[in-house]
Structure formats: C-alpha cells, structure tokens
C-alpha cells in the first residue's frame, strides 16, 4: 500500500501537490491556514488535520509548501517539538542560503530534511513533465523516493540542501539568457522586415548547436584549461563589436552586446585573449566590479 503523506499550505501548488498524491493512492492528510481551501480535498479523500502537530503526526513525510520560507519558519517554528522524528520536506521557493539554514533549523529539532524546488505549474504537477529538484541526505531521498515519484520527474542533486534553489537559479540563468539572445536577434532583424517567426528556426538551429559544445567547454572549465581550439576570445571580441554597431545602427537596443563586449574586455585585459571562451568563467565566478 501506498505511504501516508501530509502536506501543509494549500496555496495553488500544495492543492496540486495533495490532489496528485490522493491520485496515486497515498493516504493524504492536508492543513492550511485558511481552512476552507482543503474542502475540495477533503472530498476527494484527504483527511484534514485539526491542527499543524497533528499533521506533522499523521504521516512519518510531510511536504511543506507556502508563499516563503520567513512563513515555513513562523507556522512551524511554533510547532518544534511535534518535528522530532518527522521528515519534512520544504517545496516552498526560496534561496540556498534560506534552504541550508532551514535545514538546520530542522535538523536541531530533531527532523530530517530535504529541500526541493518546483520547476513546473501546478497543473502539471502528476505528470512526468513537473521537474521536481530536491537537495539533502541522499537516504533520506532514496527512502521517501517512491512516494515522492507520484508529483512528477523527481531528482537529487546531492547533499548540500542549498543545491535545489542553485540549480533553480542556475536553469534561470539559462532561460533568460536564451530567450533575450534571441529577441536581440528579432529586434535586429525586424529592422529589415523579417518577422519573429521566419527568425526563429535559425535561432533554434543555433541555440541547439551552442548547447552541444556545454559538456565540451565543461571539461575546459573543470580542468582549468582554455586552449584556443575554435577560437580565441579576442576574434569572438571582434565579432562582439560588430553585433554592437550593427545593432546601434539599426537603432535596437545594444546595452546586452555591451555587457558581453565589457566582460570579454576585462577578460582579455587580465591577459586571456588567445584563450577560448570558457575562459570567461573567470570573471563570472567573481563579484560585479
Ligand atoms: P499561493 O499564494 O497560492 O499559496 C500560498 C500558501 O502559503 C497558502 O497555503 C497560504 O495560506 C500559505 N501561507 C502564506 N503565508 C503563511 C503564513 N504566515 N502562515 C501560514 N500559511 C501561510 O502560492 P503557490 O501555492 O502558488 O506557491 C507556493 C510555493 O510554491 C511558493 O514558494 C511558490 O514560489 C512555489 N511555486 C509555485 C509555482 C506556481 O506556479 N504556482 C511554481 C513553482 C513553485 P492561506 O491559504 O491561508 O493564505
């Protein structure tokens, strides 16, 4: 039989979360601040807990999901004692340094923990494309797993509870880099007539080509090593400048090209103009100057 599960807040994503494991079987007992919006999962077959002790008692996991993590500490921190021997696991967003010092906090108190993030809307949340990242004891993980598989692709990053918030950030970074590289390409573009749909599977074609070298330029980065197998950091440079001028004579906005020629300036004025790419990490990995 399926393995009993509260889960506290039942915002728009703890209600998905609840209904895709009613759905799968496990007995679910729910707890939300404003009473009435477990209703619907009460009908459903929830059982609603009268208090937050009582929830974390009904279940040996219980899946915490609210607006932040300043409103995990007020509910639960008033419930500390009913946390020993429990495994909470915090689905609620947030950053890495909230996720390690939740984590001990929890711990103190006696819990095990994990912390995850939801890379998905709550109506995809039961399907294999809700991308559920959770971070913390690997046992833990493995233990509660099975259960954990009725939300979605559940994975684990490793130890450090901070890693689902940073692989969050991380895919984020990815996203909107992508995206603004491609509406640079539109603007300019559009300049000469040629519509966001005739553009895009050109930007797509080369998006997926720049992806492929990642794992390339990875083993670079890991090692510490930059040869210029491609091309050096000064010809990409070059090829910066003219994205600049070509997009300031178009009259498009040129300040993301700007950002990239000054990181690559600062690059090649610390000496690494013959290096390859990658080298860039080495200013990415340091503060803002
Ligand atoms: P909602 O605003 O729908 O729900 C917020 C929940 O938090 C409610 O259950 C609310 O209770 C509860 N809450 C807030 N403050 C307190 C408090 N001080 N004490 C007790 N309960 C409190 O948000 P979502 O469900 O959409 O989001 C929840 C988390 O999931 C967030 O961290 C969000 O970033 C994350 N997430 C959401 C996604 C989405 O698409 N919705 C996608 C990915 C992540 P009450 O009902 O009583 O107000």
């Given at each position: 039989t399926a393995a009993p599960v509260t889960i506290i807040g039942l915002g728009l994503m703890g209600s998905a979360l609840a209904a895709a494991f009613l759905k799968a079987g496990h007995p679910t007992t729910v707890w939300n601040?404003?009473?009435?919006?477990a209703d619907r999962l009460v009908a459903e077959g929830a059982e609603q807990a009268p208090t937050i002790g009582a929830a974390l008692k009904a279940s040996p996991l219980t899946i915490v999901c609210l607006t932040d993590y300043q409103a995990v500490r007020e509910l639960l921190g008033e419930h500390?004692?009913?946390?020993?021997?429990t495994t909470l696991i915090n689905l609620t967003s947030g950053d890495s340094a909230q996720a390690r010092e939740t984590a001990r906090w929890a711990e103190r108190n006696g819990a095990r923990y994990l912390d995850g993030a939801i890379?998905?809307?709550?109506?995809?949340?039961?399907?294999?494309?809700?991308v559920i990242l959770h971070s913390g004891p690997g046992p833990e993980f493995a233990a509660h797993e099975p259960t954990l598989a009725a939300l979605g692709t559940v994975t684990h990053l490793g130890a450090d509870p901070g890693l689902a918030s940073l692989y969050d950030v991380a895919g984020l970074a990815m996203m909107w880099s992508v995206l603004n590289a491609w509406l640079q390409g539109t603007a300019l573009l559009g300049t000469a007539g040629v519509d966001a749909a005739s553009y895009a599977p050109f930007a797509r074609q080369i998006a997926t080509v720049v992806a492929g070298w990642l794992p390339g330029y990875a083993e670079q980065v890991d090692a510490g090593s930059y040869p210029a197998?491609?091309?050096?950091l000064e010809t990409d440079a070059r090829a910066m400048a003219h994205l600049i001028e070509e997009s300031e004579a178009a009259g498009v906005n040129a300040d993301l090209p700007k950002l990239l020629k000054a990181m690559a300036d600062r690059s090649i004025a610390a000496?690494?103009?013959?290096?390859?790419?990658?080298?860039?990490i080495e200013e990415f990995a340091k503060p803002t100057p």
């Open positions: 601040r404003t009473t009435a919006k500390e004692a009913d946390l020993d021997g890379m998905a809307v709550p109506s995809a949340i039961g399907t294999a494309e809700a197998e491609v091309s050096a000496g690494h103009g013959a290096e390859q790419y990658p080298v860039l």
